[in-house]
Every structure is written in structure tokens, then in C-alpha cells.
């Protein structure tokens, strides 16, 4: 299985992003999928997971912010990110977990940097 983010990059505070991550797998394999985000110096955390569209986790400081979905068509992941604060910027990994194995796949990582 693999995984490949895309989407980072540089965006001003109050702008939006969308983090794409697309998935080798069937997503119909796949229990659960979601994002992590790891700031410099900081441990990685949750940012949204989602196992269906209305069975969903995000962490308190993006709620309303960002949102996570699972493109079934496309075979991404993808978390749309608004409303963007420089407390944002981190690296963004994706992973998801097999429905099956219960083993946790992840992406390589996609830098995200709020500032002016």
C-alpha cells in the first residue's frame, strides 16, 4: 500500500488549502483514514480522522476549520484546510488503516506554512 500526499505549500493566515492524499488501495479495504499533523519540535497529532462520511474526528483547534474526506471515485484522502492560522504549520501526513490487517499505512508528508 502506499501512499502520496500533495497540496502543501505557502498560504497566508485566513487562506485555504487542500491536502490531497492518494491511496494505492482500495478504499473499500480501508477502516479508517485520516491526517496527522507534526510541527518543529512537537510530537505528531491528530488533525481529522474518518472511518464514514458521518463518523469523523477532529482535533479541538481545527473543528469548524478544516475537514476531511474520503473520495471514493478519486482514491484520495483529502483535508480541506480554511481559515488557516501560522499555528498551522507543520508537516501533513496521511495514513489510513486497513480494514483487514488493522495495520497503519503512511504518506511521506506534505510541508504546510502559514505566514505573510
Known amino acids: 500500500v502506499q501512499l502520496v500526499e500533495s497540496g502543501g505549500g505557502l498560504v497566508q493566515p485566513g487562506g485555504s488549502l487542500r491536502l490531497s492524499c492518494a491511496v494505492s488501495a482500495r478504499l473499500s479495504t480501508v477502516y479508517a483514514a485520516g491526517w496527522y499533523s507534526q510541527a518543529p519540535g512537537k510530537e505528531r497529532e491528530l488533525v481529522a480522522a474518518?472511518?464514514?462520511?458521518?463518523?469523523?474526528d477532529y482535533a479541538d483547534s481545527v473543528k469548524g476549520r478544516f475537514a476531511v474526506y474520503r473520495e471514493k471515485a478519486k482514491k484520495t484522502v483529502d483535508l480541506e484546510k480554511n481559515n488557516l492560522i501560522p499555528e498551522d504549520t507543520a508537516v501533513y501526513y496521511c495514513?489510513?488503516?486497513?480494514?483487514?490487517?488493522?495495520?497503519?499505512?503512511w504518506g511521506q508528508g506534505t510541508q504546510v506554512t502559514v505566514n505573510l
Open positions: 474518518i472511518r464514514t462520511a458521518s463518523d469523523q
Open positions: 495514513y489510513i488503516q486497513h480494514l483487514w490487517e488493522g495495520s497503519f499505512y
